[in-house]
């Protein structure tokens, strides 16, 4: 997805609550602002968000001095939905169609996201996304699809969601390969927050390399690509993944829920919409 | 008042709003943005928020070639307000405590406002205005002090707002100098926007020569500040003109509506309060 004028003000707002987050130093915060502030002429609006949140969270990370910011807040996500996690199976253990209360589970996790929004209520969000329709809904095609498959390749977003993923993952019964950011960057999540959600019981899990707050396979590891262009089924979670892979001719599902007034217009929707859409084939 | 940390973002999304509205030309609003994010470096916090908003708005005059942008829109207010002038003047009339109703008429006017908002219904906050409580509230010392005073000085602020201050003027009784922007600013009242709002029927307009967003002194002419030195009895309407003049040592009464959270939160007051404060004596 391109990059809109209105993206702007919202990077210099994630500057501002990710440099509150790494440091109380307000001149350290307000040097986040000025060189953020001056590294908006140089973005191409060609560009996806995610390359511009790379450079703002690595602006973050240097002038603060914190490597991992969020690493507290992403650990008691992390706790939190792991207390929620015998529920959610039950829940998925007595319904009528395991496979789609799953993903409608793995969409509420989505809302555990601290680049686009600070306020969530997690209960309330899963509540709602068990009974709320979807706004886009290929769940025929990634039913059939998905039981075809020999293998999974799910690329996560946020720590804390690797919990509802993981709740996926074990419905879908298939080897998943489970895909975490290399670096740091807002709250998505890395290996060490895969293995606290328990993911490295269920899948495989591997770094896409990349230091973006989505797949942009430009900053991705060899290793990484290699076995995305070789994926015959690929779920891809959230915003920034979406904005990165969006226009990738392969085989993609993807799970979000628009928490952004900008994606929305870009794609015809509305916020709080839940999607579960996959690419032409 | 100080520039907050969170005044940044806020400047940027005024620089796309103002930007949106002077031009349809999307390389000039990303121009205006870029230039506006090099500003910010350069924003000492010690300096007021209309100061930052001054330059940002040249900025916009001057990428966009638009001398007035909300020219059209302040024309469109006053007449949807001069609409509403006989209903409101009846109001007051029929009020118990004229002079009250009058304030709490200007101060609901004072809702229109695009720089800190584009959404305002105004008929509803006139509604609202006329029975909420205020956050604070100094109109026994308004009441005797206007009384007393021999001339009043009446800082406007918003196109539109100024007919909701004309019937505040008419019921003062008192001569009335009212004090306009010197150049277009958002949808600041400039000599034009007055004088379709009827003011120069019920008082002399003024202007204070600034082209920022608040009547900050030092941004004024010479004959502004020496009226402005010798009166005896200022108001001053809104936002703008609380964050520029809040420390003069001078005899102001600021009636405003708090319509934005830093300001809410630097006065230890909430968004939407009514306030009716005077300066310490």
């Not at 000025?34 to 973005?43: A, N």
């Not at 706790?79 to 395991?98: F, G, M, Q, R, T």
């Not at 025929?140 to 996560?156: H, M, P």
């Amino acid at each position: 997805m391109k990059t809109y004028l209105e993206c702007l003000p919202c990077f210099l707002n994630q500057a501002l609550r990710a440099g509150r987050i790494a440091t109380n130093d307000e001149k350290k915060i307000k040097r986040i602002m000025d060189e953020v502030g001056m590294m908006l002429k140089d973005i191409p609006l060609e560009s996806s968000p995610p390359a511009s949140g790379k450079e703002i969270y690595k602006k973050v990370r240097e002038i603060s001095g914190v490597f991992d910011p969020y690493k507290e807040i992403k650990e008691k996500s992390t706790e939190k939905c792991l207390a929620l996690y015998p529920s959610l199976k039950n829940l998925v253990e007595k319904s009528h169609d395991k496979l789609l209360t799953a993903i409608r589970i793995a969409i509420a996790g989505n809302i555990i996201d601290f680049g686009a929004n600070m306020d969530f209520d997690i209960e309330e969000e899963i509540d709602a996304a068990l009974t709320r329709d979807f706004a886009v809904c290929d769940y025929t095609e990634f039913r059939d699809f998905s039981g075809e498959a020999d293998k999974i390749l799910y690329i996560g977003d946020n720590a804390g969601e690797c919990v509802f993923d993981r709740i996926l993952i074990e419905t879908m019964k298939k080897p998943v390969t489970y895909v975490v950011r290399g670096v740091p960057v807002i709250n998505d999540a890395i290996y060490g927050d895969a293995v606290q959600a328990g993911i490295h019981e269920v899948a495989g899990i591997l770094s896409s390399g990349t230091d973006a707050p989505g797949t942009i396979l430009d900053t991705c590891s060899p290793e990484f690509k290699k076995v995305f262009e070789g994926a015959g089924f690929i779920i891809s979670k959230g915003q920034g993944n979406y904005e990165a892979l969006f226009n990738e001719k392969r085989p993609i599902f993807f799970l979000l829920k628009i928490k952004c007034p900008v994606i929305a217009h870009d794609m015809g929707l509305t916020e709080g919409d839940m999607v579960l859409k996959g690419t032409e084939r």
